[in-house]
């Protein structure tokens, strides 16, 4: 797992695409991350907005590790062009799709574009964002997306592109998920970690705040190692929530099998359009 700093992976430019139903948020959240950074300068390509905002992380055992974000902020009418969606999704390293936490009609274009991201690589790391948190939530919203977040392993965040609540900390947990599993790919199999992490999940169900204080590891290096493991069918989520800071909460239990997720069926969306 030791890496040196100079490593020139600990530099990597990562492509994250903003997906979901027209007036979620997504050009708003954008707006709101990369405002300080960038004055709002897009580039047009291909029907998408393009902007990139960069992260430095301390990351344990590396040092200081620098993410370029580059924010694909897509338009609804991707729906309207398939040939688009792997111009759009190819590549990705991180999906971030956003609801919009009053709208129950924006849940079958999230759930779209979730199939729609697994089709195109069943291990990207996808975050649900729960927008338009100052507002009163659909339970339906919550309900279902903390749901689907469970089943597909996508941390939900309740996040406000207007008051700016918790925008920050969303994407940069999405960068510190890219670099997470950059690193963690570099395990291979079950080492003594990852056998210690599944012996704990199986006595009893397990949030992240566990794990830290039974195995002290940092918590990229903690987080890389659970994200493989779900992805491997060892360990899996048994639930999801939402914590008072609106970042996400979730439980995991020893995995039944070892399923390897690239083989587990994909469910086909139903293809919403608008
Ligand atoms: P997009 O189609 O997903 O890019 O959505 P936009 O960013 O264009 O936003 C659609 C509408 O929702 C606009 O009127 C925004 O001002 C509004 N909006 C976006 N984010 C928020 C939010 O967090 N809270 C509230 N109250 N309104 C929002
Ligand atoms: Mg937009």
Not at 106 to 114: R, S
Not at 140 to 148: F, G, K, R
Request: with cysteine; net charge neutral.
């Amino acid at each position: 797992m030791a890496v040196s700093a100079d490593d020139p992976t600990a530099q990597w430019k990562a492509k994250v695409c903003l997906v979901g139903g027209t007036g979620v948020g997504k050009t708003s959240l954008i707006r709101r991350y990369v405002q300080d950074a960038f004055d709002d300068q897009y580039l047009i390509t291909l029907g998408t907005k393009v902007v990139k905002r960069v992260v430095e992380l301390e990351f344990p055992q590396v040092g200081s590790v620098r993410v370029d974000l580059t924010l694909w902020d897509t338009m609804g009418e991707e729906f309207l062009r398939p040939t688009l969606f792997d111009t759009v999704l190819g590549g990705a390293k991180a999906v971030v799709v956003v609801v919009d936490v009053t709208d129950p009609r924006t849940l079958a274009p999230m759930n779209a574009w979730i199939d729609l991201s697994r089709q195109v690589s069943a291990e990207t790391p996808i975050q649900i964002l729960l927008n338009k948190s100052d507002l009163p939530p659909s339970k339906d919203v919550l309900v279902e997306a903390l749901e689907v977040g469970r089943q597909k392993n996508a941390p939900c965040y309740m996040t406000s592109a207007k008051t700016g609540n918790n925008v920050v900390s969303a994407f940069e947990d999405l960068a510190r998920r890219i670099a997470a599993k950059t690193y963690g790919e570099r395990d291979d199999g079950l080492d003594p970690v990852g056998k210690q992490i599944i012996s704990h999940a199986a006595s009893r169900e397990r949030t992240l705040q566990d794990f830290l204080i039974l195995t002290r590891l940092p918590t990229t290096i903690l987080q890389a190692h659970l994200e493989m493991l779900v992805g491997r069918g060892r360990l899996r989520i048994v639930s999801l929530d939402i914590g008072p800071d609106g970042c996400p909460v979730i439980k995991y239990t020893a995995g039944t099998a070892p399923t390897p997720s690239a083989t587990t069926p994909l469910t086909p969306g139903p293809m919403q359009r608008p």
